[in-house]
Nanobody, 124 residues
Framework: QVELVESGGGSVQTGDSLKLSCTVS????????MAWFRQPLGKERELVAV????????DFAASVKGRANISRNNFDGTVRLQMDHLKPEDTAIYYC?????????????????WGQGTQVTVSS
């Protein structure tokens, strides 16, 4: 059984930085494209960033491009999201997701496994 566990969320101020981590167990991590999604309260889940199984391909939502970086370590089964210059509109629950079916998927329906989520709150 594949399990994804996120960590690193919390409450920060506008302009701060935050690093989220997701550890995957129970599967072959290097076979999965990995992504971070977020869901603000009362809104739909949206893609933040995605990275291919080998780490060479990445893509970002327009709203975070230039402020976010996604990276992975296929030796320890972790994927990380670094976000800088945080804004109140970045406030959301952030979810880690894994897909074994696609190279660089962007739709939430393309992902097979999900973490429980971690709350990020950015105060002005």
């Amino acid at each position: 059984q594949v399990e994804l566990v996120e960590s690193g969320g919390g409450s920060v101020q506008t302009g701060d930085s935050l690093k989220l981590s997701c550890t995957v167990s129970g599967g072959t991590f290097s076979n999965y494209a990995m992504a971070w999604f977020r869901q603000p309260l009362g809104k739909e889940r949206e893609l933040v960033a995605v990275i291919s199984d080998g780490g060479k391909g990445t893509d970002f939502a327009a709203s975070v491009k230039g402020r976010a970086n996604i990276s992975r370590n296929n030796f320890d089964g972790t994927v990380r999201l670094q976000m800088d210059h945080l804004k109140p509109e970045d406030t959301a629950i952030y979810y880690c997701a894994a897909s074994f079916r696609y190279y660089l998927p962007k739709l939430w329906t393309s992902f097979d496994y999900w973490g429980q989520g971690t709350q990020v709150t950015v105060s002005s």
